[in-house]
C-alpha cells in the first residue's frame, strides 16, 4: 500500500529541514534536541503537549482518529510553512510525511471509515505537492519492547492505557513505511543501540554517523 502512496505523492525538490521520525518511544525528541544543538539550527517539536484531541483519542479511538489526524496534518503543514520561511536549515521531530502511517493503521483496525480514510490521504498527497521534500530524513528504528520501556519511562498518562498490540502494529506499519520510502535522501540509525543521553560515547557515535551522512548528502546536492 505504501508504494502506491508514494506514486501519488509528487517528487518535490529537497529544502534544508532534516527530518526525525520513528514509532512512539523511539526518542524522536532527544534525538531532534541533541542535534539541534550540535548543528546549531532551530527545531521544530511535534505538536503533542498542546494538542486538545490526543488524551482523547487514546480513550476512545473511533470518535476521534479522523480529527486527530486533521489536526496533526493542518499543524504539520503550518510548521513545514514556518520552516520554509526561515530560509535556513532545520530539524523537526517527526512530520507531516509519516502521518500516513497512522492514518493507514486506524483505518484497518476499523477506528477510521474508509471514507474518512480517503478523505484524507487525498488531503495529505494535494498538501504534499506543495511541500518541498527534507534535506535528510533519519528513521529511528527500534523493537517494541525497548519503545515500550521508554513509553512506560516517560510516564503520559494517556499513553499507558494503550493495549501491547496497537504498538506492535504501529512499529510493523513504520518499518513497511521505510522500506518503500523513496522521497529523499534516508538514514536509518538503529535507535535500541544508543543511549545518547547517558552515554557520551554513545552520542559522539550518533553524531558523527548523522554528520557523515549530511556530508554525503551534501555532496549528491552540488
Do not use: C
Amino acid at each position: 500500500m505504501y508504494k502506491e502512496f508514494f506514486e501519488m505523492v509528487k517528487k518535490n525538490q529537497p529544502n534544508e529541514t532534516i527530518i526525525i521520525d520513528a514509532t512512539v518511544g523511539a526518542g524522536k525528541t532527544v534525538y531532534m534536541e541533541m542535534l539541534s544543538q550540535e548543528l546549531e539550527i532551530p527545531s521544530f517539536l511535534e505538536p503533542v503537549e498542546d494538542n486538545p484531541l490526543l488524551d482523547k483519542f487514546y480513550h476512545d479511538r473511533k470518535r476521534y482518529a479522523f480529527p486527530l489526524q486533521v489536526y496533526f496534518l493542518n499543524r504539520r503543514f503550518e510548521m513545514l510553512k514556518q520552516a520554509a520561511a526561515l530560509g535556513k536549515p532545520t530539524i523537526m521531530d517527526r512530520s507531516i510525511y509519516g502521518d500516513m502511517i497512522f492514518a493507514k493503521l486506524l483505518h484497518e483496525e476499523g477506528n477510521m471509515e474508509r471514507d474518512e480514510f480517503l478523505l484524507y490521504r487525498d488531503l495529505l498527497t494535494n498538501m504534499l505537492d506543495h511541500v518541498e521534500a527534507p534535506k535528510l530524513m533519519i528513521y529511528l528504528k527500534i523493537d517494541t519492547d525497548s519503545a515500550i520501556g521508554r513509553i512506560r519511562k516517560r510516564g503520559r498518562d494517556y499513553e499507558q492505557i494503550v493495549e501491547r498490540e496497537y504498538w506492535e502494529n504501529l512499529n510493523r506499519e513504520y518499518e513497511a513505511y521505510f522500506e518503500e520510502y523513496n522521497l529523499s535522501p534516508l538514514l536509518v540509525i538503529d535507535a535500541a543501540k544508543y543511549d545518547i543521553v547517558g552515554n557520551p560515547e554513545d552520542r559522539n557515535e550518533v553524531l558523527q554517523i548523522v554528520r557523515k551522512k549530511l556530508e554525503e548528502v551534501n555532496g549528491l546536492q552540488v
